[in-house]
């Protein structure tokens, strides 16, 4: 069985991105290491190298919401970690986008989840935080989740858990590890 994972880099109070969608110096820590990571230049720090590694080579399939599709325009196709891609829209795949990719679409988080579930088979499921991650963790959905938190504050922007108005509590962190200028964070989701 899969486990749930709700992943992004955040700002210390909580954002995902400034209210235009920029990242700031969110990603910085991706590139101020000496350690590649074999994706798009990234170079880490050992001990983020040491945490992110591992939690990469474990996705079997990732969830993103139909705004990041559209910012990236869908990774190309290629999820950063693991084989499989999911997305959450209300909206079809763009015609002539990737007709060869296995990409599918699905309009509603809990069938994107259990589709995505499946095709990681015992792998992890990173499910992008923000709105949609907010709306599986509301449903009950996210077994973890994931903050690289970086030292910089936004003030406002697109939030972390995105539209989640109810209380969800979290048990103690069980990864804790400070890299260079991010410090990450990974905790189980209490169910029931």
């Known amino acids: 069985m899969a486990t749930?994972?709700?992943?992004?880099?955040?700002?210390?109070?909580?954002?995902?991105?400034?209210?235009d969608d920029g990242v700031g110096p969110l990603f910085d820590w991706y590139f101020n290491g000496d350690r590649p990571l074999d994706h798009m230049g990234m170079s880490l720090s050992?001990?983020?190298?040491d945490y992110t590694r591992p939690m990469w080579d474990s996705i079997g399939a990732t969830i993103m919401g139909r705004h990041l599709f559209d910012l990236t325009n869908g990774w190309e196709a290629k999820a950063p970690a693991?084989?499989?891609?999911?997305?959450?829209?209300?909206?079809?795949?763009?015609?002539?986008?990737?007709?060869?990719?296995?990409?599918?679409?699905?309009?509603?988080?809990?069938?994107?989840?259990?589709?995505?579930?499946r095709r990681a088979g015992t792998g992890v499921v990173a499910l992008c935080a923000g709105d949609v991650g907010g709306q599986a963790l509301a449903a009950g959905l996210v077994d973890e989740v994931a903050?690289?938190?970086?030292?910089?504050?936004?003030?406002?922007?697109?939030?972390?858990f995105g539209p989640v108005d109810g209380q969800h509590l979290l048990d103690?962190?069980?990864?804790?590890?400070?890299?260079?200028?991010?410090?990450?964070?990974r905790y189980r989701v209490r169910k029931g």
């Open 172 to 185: 103690d962190p069980h990864a804790v590890i400070q890299g260079n200028r991010v410090l990450h964070l």
């Open 46 to 49: 050992q001990a983020s190298y």
């Open 147 to 160: 903050m690289d938190v970086v030292p910089v504050v936004f003030g406002s922007g697109k939030r972390y």
């Open 82 to 117: 693991g084989e499989h891609l999911v997305v959450v829209s209300h909206r079809p795949k763009p015609a002539g986008w990737h007709p060869e990719a296995d990409v599918p679409f699905f309009e509603n988080v809990p069938d994107a989840v259990a589709d995505a579930s």
């Open 4 to 19: 749930v994972l709700m992943h992004a880099v955040v700002s210390l109070d909580g954002f995902i991105a400034d209210d």
